[in-house]
């Protein structure tokens, strides 16, 4: 595989490179938080009918419909709210609801697109239980129009002229505010985690060299090694796994990932693997000996999240291996999340200009769409 590792250095050259103006996109997320967060100020519709669901008090459980980017919205509304949750939390994917879902249950939909079949089958089936519903969607897509329907409470998400993938916080905001209204989470600082956002767009921008650039860093870790993303932290997993989505749609790249403490459980084998052997040596040649062989970890940690990253740290180094490690030290979770997310979406776009990723990367999930759509 050949990398363009000069691209790196090159701010102009990254971005006639980088198909799809990602790297523009993902620096203006704390734009994009901002603006969902005005919503009750500029929409007074959405304002009508947040109040409309407050005032039906808190449910027994919220139950989040998601499916690719909402269900990473799923994903994040439960590691966000962590042990502050007020009732339990239940992500389901569809197209199925757990039995005991009923009237006394909020049934969320959080979908980009609008259009998921899986999605509309468990929102067809939540309206036939009587159970309340609130959706975040397009208002003109299948979803949006099968919310009125089912007599939900439809709250628009208006950012259809982006790609889907960056869409990610145009719905998750609102799907937080409906959680904040039911009673199930307190007040979020969605100011704070646009303020985070932007910190990330001047940390990682393409004009910052990659030895002081953690996106970049990752992204030749990417190219150069079989990578591994360990997360410290519930917001941290959200984000690892967002690293290994946008990982393989950008540049076509598998990724492995995992959270601690489940790191035990498996993946801590890898320090023992044939990947890893020899990673040390000093006299290894990357280019005579193969660098796709060796193994790197990238290590997405929350300030605090958990002891037990020391230790992973350092049998990750005593073992010889690349280790690059990102820690989100801000106080808000919801913070945390915007900052290492957009180092996710930062570092999965420089990748794809490293491998020289062709615009039609990803034809295969627009293929995959449409053929089940049929």
Not at 23 to 33: D, N, Q, S, V
Not at 47 to 68: F, K, M, Q, S, T
């Amino acid at each position: 595989m050949e990398l363009h590792e000069d691209l790196l250095s090159d701010a102009e050259g990254a971005e006639r490179a980088d198909h799809g103006g990602t790297l523009r996109l993902t620096a203006a997320t704390g734009a994009r938080i901002r603006r969902a967060a005005a919503l009750r100020e500029f929409e007074p519709e959405a304002e009508r009918a947040l109040r409309a669901l407050g005032a039906d008090g808190r449910p027994r459980a919220l139950v989040i419909l998601g499916y690719g980017t909402g269900a990473t919205v799923a994903q994040l509304i439960t590691a966000v709210a962590g042990a502050a949750a007020a009732v339990p939390i239940v992500p389901v994917p569809g197209p199925a609801l757990p039995g005991w879902v009923g009237p006394l249950d909020l049934v969320l939909v959080a979908s980009t697109a609008g259009r998921a079949p899986e999605i509309a089958a468990a929102l067809a089936e939540a309206g036939r239980r009587g159970t309340r519903v609130a959706v975040v969607a397009p208002p003109a897509s299948a979803i949006g129009r099968l919310c009125e329907q089912v007599r939900g409470t439809l709250i628009p998400m208006d950012d259809d002229s982006a790609p889907v993938w960056a869409r990610l916080w145009s719905v998750a905001v609102p799907a937080l505010m409906v959680a904040e209204t039911a009673g199930i989470l307190p007040p979020q600082s969605y100011a704070a985690a646009a303020s985070a956002a932007d910190e990330a767009a001047v940390r990682f921008r393409p004009s910052q060299e990659p030895f002081v650039n953690p996106a970049k860093e990752i992204a030749l870790r990417f190219g150069e090694c079989t990578p591994s993303v360990w997360a410290s932290g519930h917001v941290a997993a959200v984000a690892a796994e967002r690293l290994g989505d946008q990982t393989a749609l950008r540049a076509g790249l598998p990724v492995t990932h995992a959270a601690l403490p489940a790191l035990g459980s498996g993946l801590l084998g890898l320090l023992d693997g044939p990947l890893a052997s020899g990673a040390g040596d000093i006299f290894r040649d990357p280019f005579e000996d193969g660098a796709e062989q060796s193994a790197a970890v990238i290590l997405l940690a929350e300030q605090g999240a958990d002891p037990r990253l020391k230790v992973v740290e350092s049998l990750v180094r005593d073992r010889g291996l690349l280790l690059t490690t990102v820690t989100a030290e801000q106080e808000d979770p919801l913070a945390r999340a915007a900052f290492l997310i957009a180092l996710a979406d930062f570092a999965a776009a420089y990748l794809a200009v490293l491998v020289g990723a062709s615009p039609d990367q990803g034809r295969t999930i627009d293929e995959y769409r449409l053929r089940t759509a049929q």
